[in-house]
């Protein structure tokens, strides 16, 4: 018999298994209990709640990223290398991890408890948070204007990779969030470097 932990993660895993149908149908625990071959009563001796299954999904999704983005923050030393490297890995965890992928866009998460997509707001939030923290690197290193508006321009980098992820999950994940990165990155850093002063 598998142990509690390991039946956790199990379980987690089936369901973000079932969230890569790109139907995008709603998951019961019925549904997800059946897939386990499991009684529904079996999943709620490992999780309160169908939304505690959710949280779980939400808590390896910010141990994955920030996990990188705080390495990235600490080994990488130019501030728009930082902020390419924190790009790629957003496109890159989404393109090799299709259900979490309709976790981030929130679209798994209609008609669920609403304190999920507040907290996958709040992962946006301090996703932004780290872009804006590259970005003010770069302009100490003169990369970038003193009094760039780092906080617009944060948040059109992550509207490009929300966009991104939104297109990964409506095309039934067909069109891949990293596709056309090689060619979108100095797009994105000509914006940055726009704000470079006089």
Known sequence: MAKSGERRLQILQTLAEMLENPKGEKITTAALAARLEC?????????????????????????????????????????????????????????????????????ALVNENERLQARINLLHDKIEAALKQALRV?????????????????????????????????SGFSREPAAHWPQQWPMLLLACLSQRGA
């Open 39 to 107: 009684s529904e009563a079996a999943l709620y001796r490992h999780f309160a709640s169908k939304a505690q299954m959710f949280e779980g999904l939400i808590e390896f999704i910010e141990t994955s990223l920030f996990g990188v983005i705080n390495q990235i923050a600490g080994e990488e030393q130019q501030g728009l290398q930082q902020v390419e490297h924190i790009l790629a890995l957003l496109l890159n965890f989404a393109q090799r991890n299709r259900g979490m992928t309709r976790v981030l866009t929130g679209d």
């Open 138 to 170: 770069a302009a100490t290193q003169h990369q970038l204007a003193a009094d760039a508006d780092f906080g617009a321009l944060a948040n059109l980098l992550l509207c490009f990779v929300v966009g991104r992820w939104q297109q990964y999950a409506k």
